[in-house]
């Protein structure tokens, strides 16, 4: 019996009572009211069991239960034979009583405030079909919904399976969420670079093109998603999100922080930015030890020997780990900050959609980017002198990832961003001409290997038994200018107790 029942089931027997109630009050009420009583309260004890015993509820894992059939089998059998996506695909199913109430206190994390601001460009305006054909030229797929069904035009390949994991993702939110999808048309750009600029659109009425992709920047429009790597990343072995998880928190409980190297540490590709090869200068050396500690990524070598060096699991061995964006923003951040160590954020110009939660001090410590090796030495130096504080920074920021970051949540931004977005919706999306009706059996059901284990792995098995978050409410215009301000008040201190760390060390090296 679905919960949806359950909870009818409840509402009928407490009407009944009250009618029954209203018959016989005239007889003998108190004895009547107070079995009433007894009733409701009992109805509530009954509901909140059902919550908390027979279904566990958002936690982490219970509702991927691999072992028991999927509630939504793929049907690769009929979808070999008819290559015809199920006629039921996501489309209104049970349970769906329950999506429309939010339970009160269930706020999704702060950083859903952003989805208010990565729209607010079209606020005044709406959406039109014209603004949307304007993001076609850059985008490597159109995807439109409608009444639940998923129809996918595919304008040019994206780099390695960016394209396939981010559809799969979005299948699989229909798939969670079923029914609950409103209709929507949108463009897609699997790049690293957001680019749509924002001095060409001078708001409030210019109407840019909404064109969705990883991240974005201070000069740029772009609506950030979630990146593919949430269900997998292929060519790097990287597993979906909820089993890297699963890896780095079982890794965590075996090496403690205070056993952790007292060095800050990077591992990855160098050749993709100027930055980066810029930290190679902070390795340690005859002459300097920056405290840092570099090591190359060779991907190609890693792949030739299926990836023995390359687990994110094993790379939580230092007490302090660097971040530093590649061409763009990175996938990596949230692996780093999920390994317990104190993250060592190296200035980043890109924003994606939830590392705009992050505050300076509370779950990272900001680091230069004009000047690395002497602010990662001065950050890991204080950190070793304040190993207490370092290791809460730490620990905050695998918190952070840990609970405002599980993938149920990452569903429920999806959700919530493309629900804001069809709001502004001025027309209503038809199926392009030459689109094909995507699902997951038409993706997961022709390939083998690891894409189709990742698939497997990151499918969703049934729909969710609770609703999505409520999402906050807009920043108001002081509460977000102090918001913003504060987190740069805050890298500002920090980098003045740098500033005074190093004057005092010239000084001292100078009376030498
Ligand atoms: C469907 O076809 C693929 C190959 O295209 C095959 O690997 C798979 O086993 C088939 N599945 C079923 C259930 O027939
Ligand atoms: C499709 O849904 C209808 C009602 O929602 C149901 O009666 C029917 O059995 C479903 N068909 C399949 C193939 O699941
Ligand atoms: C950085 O230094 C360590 C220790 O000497 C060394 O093993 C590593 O290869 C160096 N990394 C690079 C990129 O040179
Ligand atoms: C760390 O402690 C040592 C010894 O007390 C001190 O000389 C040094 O300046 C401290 N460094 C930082 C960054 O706090
Ligand atoms: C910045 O931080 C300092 C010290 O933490 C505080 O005194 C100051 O008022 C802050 N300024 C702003 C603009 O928030």
Same mark, same amino acid.
């Given at each position: ?5 359950? *909870? ?7 009407e ?42 958002p936690s ?16 690769c *059998?009929? +979808? ?18 329950? #999506? ?13 405030? +952003?989805?208010?601001?990565d ?29 639940? %069904? ?10 390695? *399976?960016? @394209?396939?994991f ?9 798939? !969670?969420?079923p029914?609950? #999808? ?55 072995n ?17 090496? *403690? ?7 800050? /540490? ?9 930055t ?7 390795n340690?050396s005859?002459?300097? @030890? ?7 990524q ?9 990836? %023995? ?13 660097? /971040?530093?964006?590649? !061409? ?7 692996y ?19 590392t ?12 230069? @980017?004009?000047? %690395? ?5 001065f ?12 290791k ?6 695998s ?6 970051? %599980? ?15 069809a ?14 009706e ?12 690891? /894409? ?38 805050l ?8 500033d ?11 009376r030498?």
């Open positions: 019996m679905g919960e949806c029942q359950v *909870t009818m089931q409840i509402r009928r027997a407490i009944e009572a009250h009618s029954r109630l209203k018959k016989y009050a005239s007889i003998t009420p108190r004895a009547v009211l107070s079995s009433f009583v007894f009733l409701f309260v009992s109805a509530l004890v009954f509901a909140g069991w059902i919550h908390t015993s027979i279904f566990p509820g982490q894992f219970s509702i991927f239960t691999t072992s028991k059939a999927p509630d939504i089998p793929l049907k *059998t009929e +979808w070999n034979m008819t290559r015809t996506c199920p006629v039921n695909y996501t489309t209104k199913q049970t349970h769906d009583c329950h #999506l429309h109430h939010h339970k009160p206190g269930n706020e999704c994390p702060s950083y859903f405030r +952003w989805i208010h601001e729209l607010r460009p079209w606020k005044e305006t709406g959406i039109t079909k014209d603004m949307v054909e304007r993001a076609r030229p850059p985008a490597h797929f159109q995807l439109v919904i409608l009444d639940g %069904k998923v129809y996918l035009q595919k304008f040019r390949p994206a780099y390695q *399976t960016r @394209d396939v981010t559809l799969w993702g979005i299948l699989q939110l229909l798939r !969670w969420y029914g609950k #999808l409103p209709d929507l048309e949108l463009m897609f750009n699997c790049n690293d670079q957001p680019l749509i600029r924002s001095k060409d659109f001078p708001l409030p009425k210019s109407g840019p093109p909404p064109l969705f992709g990883y991240n974005a920047d201070r000069r740029t429009l772009d609506i950030v998603f979630p990146d593919w790597s949430f269900w997998g990343w292929v060519e790097t990287i597993k979906p999100w909820r089993y890297v998880l699963k890896d780095i928190e079982e890794s965590n409980k075996r090496t *403690t922080w205070s056993y952790r190297k007292p060095y800050a /540490y990077w591992r990855g590709n160098p050749f993709v930015g100027k980066r090869r810029d930290l190679l200068k902070c340690v005859e002459k300097h @030890d920056w405290n840092t500690r570099v090591y190359i060779d991907w190609g070598q890693e792949s030739q020997q299926g990836f %023995k060096h390359s687990n994110l699991e094993d790379q939580c061995t230092h007490r302090y780990k660097i /971040y530093i964006e590649g !061409w763009a923003w990175s996938v990596s951040q949230k780093i900050l999920a390994c317990n160590s104190m993250a060592l954020l190296i200035r980043p110009w890109y924003v994606d959609f939830f705009r939660g992050l505050v300076p001090l509370r779950h990272y410590w900001p680091i230069r @980017d004009n000047a %690395k090796c002497t602010s990662l030495k950050a890991v130096e204080w950190g070793n002198n304040h190993t207490e504080k370092a809460a920074i730490g620990e905050a920021g918190r952070f990832i840990y609970e405002d970051l %599980k993938m149920e949540l990452v569903y429920d931004y999806m959700y919530h961003l493309l629900n804001e977005y709001k502004l919706f001025r027309y209503k999306p038809t199926i392009p001409r030459g689109a094909v995507l699902c997951s059996e038409a993706m997961a059901c022709p390939v083998s290997g690891t /894409y189709k284990k990742f698939m497997l792995d990151s499918m969703v098995r049934s729909p969710s038994r609770v609703p999505p978050c409520s999402l906050p409410p807009p920043y108001d215009p002081p509460s977000f200018e102090a918001f913003v301000k504060s987190k740069a008040n890298t500002w201190q920090v980098e003045k107790w740098e005074e760390y190093w004057q005092s060390v010239n000084k001292n090296s100078k030498q």
